[in-house]
C-alpha cells in the first residue's frame, strides 16, 4: 500500500502528553500575542521559537529569510522527510480586545492567529522530541512575513527545500465561524490567488460650477467602478470564481471643486491563473477605455501578488485520513469550502507536494478584526493532529 494512504498508529498517549504541558503552551501563546511583529521583524519571536527547539533537542537553522527558522529532528534509519509550516508574524493593528495580554506594541497586533499556529506547532514539537514515533527527519518551519506574502517566496530562494528537503510540506490556519477545533480540507484550490492595482484616472480640474470647461475624473471614475463588475459577471465563465473589489478611492478637497485626478485601489482574487490572466487584461483594458469615454486618461500599475494556493489531491487525503482517525470523524467538518482569502503558503505548494488545512476558531471574531483572538481551545487537538500526522508519514 502506498505510503500516504495506508494506515495510522490508532492507540497513542498524545493526547495526555500534550495535556501535562499544555498550560506552559497556552502561557507562551500569550506571551507572543503581547509582543507582536512585523513582517521580517519578527526578531523576539525568532528567538523564543529557537530557545525553544533547542532546549528540546533540534538542530535548529536561523537567520533563513531574515528571521526564519527551520528546525529538524531525525529518528532512526527512514529515508522520507516531512515539512510542517506555521507562521509567525502580525498585522499593523491597533488591538482593541481589552485582554490581560493584549499587544504591548502600539499599532501592532496579532490578529490573523500566527502567534497560535507557532504555539501548536511548538506544542507538536515538544511531544515529538520527547516521544515521538517516528523513522526519518522531521522539518519544522518557522516562516515570517506571511502577511505581506513575501515570507514563503523568499525563505524558498534562499534554498529552503535545496538545503532541508522534504516528500511533503503542510501547514495549517484557524477560522472563525467555524466550531472549535474542528477540521476542514480542500482538494484543490483552497485559497484565492491575490493581486493588486492602483489605477490613477487623469482629468482636467476646474470649478465645480462649470463643469462644462473641466474634464470630470470622479464621473469616469465612477463609471468605471460600475463596469468593472461586468468583468465578473460577462468575462468570466460563470462556474469560476472571481472579485474584483475598489477598497480605495482618493479624489479632491473640497466639495466646489473638481480635481485633476482619482486614485483607485483594488484587489483581485480568483481560483486559477486563467481567470487570474483575465483579470489582469480585463481590468486594465476597461479602466483605460472607461476614462477615455469621459476624455479622461489612466495611469495603470498592476501587480501581481502570489498565486491560488492548491492543494495537491493524494496529500489531502492523507492528511484527512490522519484527522479521522486522531480525533474521530465527526472532528471533519464535511463540505468545507475553498476561502477567498489569500495565503503564501501557496509557493510551498507550488515547490513541493502537500496540502493547507483549516481548523475552527470557534465564535470569535473575523480575521484581521481589531477585536480578534485566537482560541487557546484548539491548541491542544491542533497539536496532537500535527503529531499524529508527523508519526504517521513518517512511518
Known sequence: MNAITQTFHTNDPVGNGIAAYLGEIIALRQDLHQYPELAFQERRTSKVIASKLSAWGYEVASGIAGTGIV????????????????????????????????????????????????????????????????????????????????????????????????????GLHNWPGVPTGQFGFVTGPAMASVDQATIRVI????????????????????????????????????????????????????????????????????????VRQQLQERIPALARAQAESFGATTDVNYRLGFPALVNHPEETAFARAVAVDALGGAAVEEGFRPRTASEDFAFMLQARPGSYLFVGNGDSAPLHSAQYDFNDAIIAPAARYWVRLAEAFLQ
Open 71 to 170: 528546525a529538524t529532528l531525525k529518528r532512526g534509519d527512514g529515508e522520507r522527510q516531512l515539512g510542517i509550516r506555521a507562521d509567525m508574524d502580525a498585522l499593523p493593528i491597533e488591538e482593541a480586545t481589552e485582554l490581560s495580554y493584549a499587544s504591548n506594541n502600539p499599532g501592532v497586533m496579532h490578529a490573523c492567529g500566527h502567534d497560535g499556529h507557532t504555539s501548536i506547532l511548538l506544542a507538536a514539537a515538544r511531544y515529538l522530541a520527547e516521544s515521538g514515533n517516528f523513522n526519518g527527519t522531521l522539518r519544522l518551519i518557522f516562516q515570517p512575513a506571511e502577511e505581506i506574502g513575501a515570507g514563503a517566496r523568499k525563505m524558498i530562494s534562499e534554498g529552503l527545500f535545496d538545503r532541508f528537503p522534504v516528500d511533503a510540506v503542510f
Open 203 to 274: 482629468g482636467k480640474g476646474g470649478h465645480g460650477a462649470e463643469p462644462h470647461r473641466a474634464v470630470d475624473p470622479v464621473l469616469a471614475s465612477a463609471s468605471f467602478i460600475t463596469a468593472l463588475q461586468s468583468v465578473v459577471s460577462r468575462n468570466v465563465d460563470p462556474q469560476d470564481m472571481a472579485v474584483a473589489t475598489v477598497g480605495s478611492i482618493h479624489a479632491g478637497t473640497a466639495s466646489n471643486v473638481i480635481p485633476e485626478s482619482v486614485e483607485l485601489k483594488l484587489t483581485m482574487r480568483s481560483f486559477s491563473e486563467a
